[in-house]
């Protein structure tokens, strides 16, 4: 092994994704509920479908719609 590597010529990954951005958000019990057990069934991490479903709605620019519960 070297002591010392040259990464002057060194290029990003084009394929590696972006990392997203850490945030924290206080969400229902029941809301994470949902989501941990729709995630289950389609087998990806619930964190996963969380952003899936936000990232969605950015897309498509839905609008909220207050609904009572």
Same mark, same amino acid.
């Given at each position: 092994? &070297?002591?010392?590597?040259? !990464? #002057? #010529? *060194? &290029? ?8 997203? +951005?850490?945030? *924290? /958000?206080?969400?229902?019990? #029941?809301? /994470?509920?949902? !989501?941990?057990?729709?995630?289950? +069934? =389609? ?5 996963? %479908?969380? =952003? %899936?479903? %936000?990232?969605?709605?950015? %897309? =498509? +620019? &839905?609008? !909220? #719609?207050? /609904?009572?519960?």
């Amino acid at each position: 092994m &070297r002591e010392e590597y040259d !990464f #002057s #010529s *060194a &290029r990003k990954n084009p394929y590696a994704q972006q990392p997203g +951005k850490q945030v *924290a /958000v206080n969400v229902d019990v #029941s809301v /994470v509920d949902y !989501f941990k057990s729709e995630a289950k +069934k =389609n087998g990806i991490p619930y964190q996963a %479908l969380i =952003n %899936l479903y %936000l990232k969605d709605c950015a %897309l =498509n +620019k &839905r609008k !909220f #719609s207050p /609904v009572c519960a």
